[in-house]
């Protein structure tokens, strides 16, 4: 079993940065491959970034990619999620994800462990 534990989240303005972190419990972290999710009101969650065991492989979704960056300390058994430049439609609960299999990073069903989430609020 892993748990893991989102942290960071809150209110900030349009513009502003947050750095969102999930700290993980259980077995050996740095097995595992990483994502981070979200999910707006009404609609379905998606996945925003993804990295591997190793720092090299990092895959944004698109509409993140030059704001968001990944990142994961494997001896504090976290993984980190700095988002700059932030807008109104990026206000969701985001979720990280653990998975021990490669393959799809969008696909959801390949995760075996999801944190509780974490509220972004992004104001005008």
């Known amino acids: 079993q892993v748990q893991l534990v989102e942290s960071g989240g809150g209110l900030v303005q349009a513009g502003g940065s947050l750095r969102l972190s999930c700290a993980a419990s259980g077995r050996t972290f740095s097995n595992y491959a990483m994502g981070w999710f979200r999910q707006a009101p009404g609609k379905e969650r998606e996945l925003v970034a993804y990295?591997?065991?190793?720092?090299?492989?990092?895959y944004y979704s698109d509409s993140m990619k030059g704001r968001f960056t990944i990142s994961r300390d494997n001896a504090k058994n976290t993984v980190y999620l700095q988002m700059n430049s932030l807008k109104i439609e990026d206000t969701a609960v985001y979720y990280c994800?653990?998975?021990?299999?490669?393959?799809?990073?969008?696909?959801?069903?390949?995760?075996?462990?999801w944190g509780q989430g974490t509220q972004v609020t992004v104001s005008s």
């Open positions: 990295m591997r065991t190793s720092a090299g492989s990092i």
């Open positions: 994800a653990a998975r021990a299999t490669l393959g799809n990073v969008r696909d959801e069903s390949k995760y075996d462990y």
